[in-house]
């Protein structure tokens, strides 16, 4: 079956960091891309970011290029999403997926003061 598993989440001041990870199984993890999807309250997704099979080339959208790196380990099947200069406006809650068919439980990020 599988299995997505994200992490990381908190609390976290205006202009801070957090690092989410995303552990997967029940699948070639090495042959999928893979994706951050966030979704703020009251609100819908919101695809983030995507990162192809072997991680050398990713995409980002607007509201997080040159603050947001995603990155992988095939061998430790794990997906990241490193955030920096965090805004309110990127509370949400934060979900990895391979297909938009399999999701995780999601991670809680707040962005508050």
């Known amino acids: 079956q599988v299995q997505l598993v994200e992490s990381g989440g908190g609390l976290v001041q205006p202009g801070g960091s957090l690092r989410l990870s995303c552990a997967a199984s029940?699948?070639?993890?090495?042959?999928?891309?893979m994706y951050w999807v966030r979704q703020a309250p009251g609100k819908g997704l919101e695809w983030v970011s995507v990162?192809?099979?072997?991680?050398?080339?990713?995409y980002y959208a607007e509201s997080v290029k040159g603050r947001f790196t995603i990155s992988r380990d095939n061998a430790k099947n794990t997906l990241y999403l490193q955030m920096n200069s965090l805004k309110p406006d990127d509370t949400a809650l934060y979900y990895c997926?391979?297909?938009?068919?399999?999701w995780g439980q999601g991670t809680q990020v707040t962005v508050s003061s």
């Open positions: 029940g699948f070639t993890f090495s042959s999928y891309w």
């Open positions: 990162i192809n099979i072997n991680g050398g080339s990713t």
């Open positions: 997926t391979n297909s938009y068919n399999y």
